[in-house]
């Protein structure tokens, strides 16, 4: 069993008005004031997030952004810096999300600028990696994860791999309904830690904890968090509604 504490990460993506978010987070934080032996983050859009901290405050819930720029400032209209992000106090980002990559271009290598200057900024990425279903059938779901691993970590000094969450979100189970089996997404997760001690070693590697996302929901939450190397999830269209996110975020008790 293991003793890294699980994160159950909500990611509300392209939803909710600032008065939708405040009526939100009146119901979650009320319905998750006594979970225990969990981290909560909550990331809503750029429009949101210091609604969501004004709410979240006092509370065990951690703020996220869904992204962020690599340059601390510059003329890059639409964007958000790493620094700007620190000084409204949001403590986690996610960075590389499977849509970010196929929507907007994004890449390994401007990933990797990024999670560095989110350590500088002293927010805490967490990486999205994962294969699509094509990928998957051609039987190189391996191979897609360890590039984006090497890529995505390439400018991380020696040490700070633990200050890290990485996600593991099969594209094929991401809005499809389609869910990872436990056993498949721990044997891949369980891939993913070993990459990682490749790069890190076996210390730092069994520290980092590594999330699960794709059609994660009340009914599953359970049978994934039972598996040795899943240490939390990345949760997309069940976080949206306050009782559903609050039933996996409380998993242990329910």
């Given at each position: ?114 999670v560095d200057r989110a350590l500088v900024a002293s927010i805490r990425p967490i990486l999205c990696v994962g294969e699509t279903d094509a990928e998957r059938e051609a039987g190189k779901t391996m191979e897609k994860l360890k590039s ?107």
């Open positions: 069993m293991s003793d890294r504490t699980p994160i159950i990460a909500g990611n509300w993506k392209m939803y909710k008005t600032n008065s939708e978010a405040a009526a939100y987070m009146t119901e979650f934080t009320g319905l998750v004031a006594d979970a225990a032996g969990v981290e909560i983050v909550v990331c809503p859009p750029f429009t949101c997030l210091e609604q969501v901290r004004d709410a979240a405050a006092g509370s065990k819930i951690r703020v996220g952004a869904q992204n962020a720029h690599f340059q601390p400032e510059g003329a890059y209209t639409g964007e958000v810096s790493l620094p700007m992000l620190a000084e409204i106090g949001i403590t986690d980002v996610i960075l590389g999300h499977s849509e970010r990559r196929q929507y907007f271009c994004e890449n390994d290598a401007d990933l990797a600028l990024k984006q691993l090497a890529g995505g970590l390439a400018a991380i000094d020696e040490g700070r791999l633990t200050d890290i969450v990485i996600a593991y979100e099969p594209i094929w189970a991401i809005g499809t309904g389609k869910t990872a089996t436990p056993g498949i997404a721990e044997e891949t997760i369980g891939f993913i830690r070993e990459t990682l001690a490749g790069m890190h070693g076996a210390e730092a590697a069994g520290r980092v904890r590594i999330l699960y996302g794709g059609s994660v929901k009340p009914d599953n939450i359970s049978a994934l968090m039972a598996e040795d190397d899943i240490d939390g999830a990345l949760v997309g269209g069940a976080c949206l509604a306050p009782a559903d996110f609050s039933q996996i975020v409380k998993y242990k008790q329910v």
